[in-house]
């Protein structure tokens, strides 16, 4: 007999680490493919809209999966862990282009060039 999720750790406890995993995903997937993700702002925008979208559908996927056998699981992995992916996601992306467009960490340190005085 499988244990139900509340028998052995709180739904609170789980989703807490749910979410702190879904950060981390995240932040793995920004720092191993930094090519990735949208150019400009617009398109960035649209996508955390897109992604806070999802997570104000994600209760009525919930009520449908935990309906299925096992279905609490289906609906923290199956739902809730990739909604929550997708927002960090969209967030991180955001701030790249974000910290990018100010002169930022822009890939190998941009910003303002200060000249140095030549020494004899």
Known sequence: MI???G????VPAFLSGELV?????????ISRWPKLGPRSLRSAVAGLA??????QFLPFGVDLTIRLPHGAYAA?????????????LAAGWMMRLLAGAFGGSGGGGG???V???VRS
Do not use: E, T, Y
């Open 115 to 117: 000249p140095v005085p």
């Open 50 to 55: 897109v992604g806070f979208a999802i997570l």
């Open 111 to 113: 910003g303002h060039r």
């Open 3 to 5: 244990p139900k999720i």
């Open 21 to 29: 995993a879904a950060a981390v995903l995240a932040l793995w997937v």
């Open 7 to 10: 028998d052995v750790i709180s």
């Open 76 to 88: 923290l992995f199956g739902c809730a862990l990739p909604s929550f992916f997708g927002v960090f």
